[in-house]
T-cell receptor, first 116, second 110 residues
């Protein structure tokens, strides 16, 4: 497709379970970002990939959160032993490689994660 | 650290002009972006300022004053479809991640 694709669109799971969220960036975009957004709040940065490496993981809230990117394309965000405070919309964005800050980030529709 | 402040809600009527302000406190500030997000939708890029002054893109304009650590988004000829949340976001030198404000919910009334 032409835009950033995320799956699943919705995920409901029980506390303590592991979840995997997937992001397909725009073809050719080398930069990929994960953010999360709680209800009525701004976006909180989690991790940034350039190609397959993650030079900035500073936003990951705990060691329960991890992410990988393969083939310079698809990325997976994994949350282990989920807790209720993990409930949020997880947004993925991609951009072409370019100067810092001046490349618009193209967002997917997000995965709405609900922890029961 | 970084923080951005913007009003939580703004209401305006169709056809009017509205200004959404954003003040920021960041060290290493590089530029200010604006994103629009409709309920349940993806944020979409509107504008970016790295230099002081006004950037115009159709009905939307964005302004930055680095000396005042302040920017705004100006929406002209408001339409009902402009009802959405608007986020300012700062970027730092050498860092690709954006730091977002909490967003301003704009309601356009007939």
């Amino acid at each position: 497709g032409a835009g950033v694709s995320q799956s699943p669109s919705n995920k409901v799971t029980e506390k303590g379970k592991d979840v995997e969220l997937r992001c397909d960036p725009i073809s050719g975009h080398t930069a990929l970002y994960w953010y999360r957004q709680s209800l009525g709040q701004g976006l909180e940065f989690l991790i940034y990939f350039q190609g397959n490496s993650a030079p900035d993981k500073s936003g990951l809230p705990s060691d329960r959160f991890s992410a990988e990117r393969t083939g310079g394309s698809v990325s997976t965000l994994t949350i282990q032993r989920t807790q209720q405070e993990d409930s949020a919309v997880y947004l993925c964005a991609s951009s072409p490689l370019g100067g810092a800050g001046n490349q618009p980030q193209h967002f997917g529709d997000g995965t709405r994660l609900s922890i029961l | 650290g970084q923080s951005l402040e913007q009003p939580s809600e703004v209401t305006a009527v169709e056809g009017a002009i509205v200004q959404i302000n954003c003040t920021y406190q960041t060290s290493g500030f590089y530029g200010l972006s604006w994103y629009q997000q409709h309920d349940g939708g993806a944020p979409t890029f509107l504008s970016y300022n790295a230099l002081d002054g006004l950037e115009e893109t159709g009905r939307f304009s964005s302004f930055l004053s680095r000396s005042d650590s302040y920017g705004y988004l100006l929406l002209q000829e408001l339409q009902m479809k402009d009802s959405a949340s608007y986020f300012c976001a700062s970027s730092l030198k050498g860092r690709r991640a954006l730091t977002f404000g909490s967003g301003t919910r704009l309601q356009v009334q007939p």
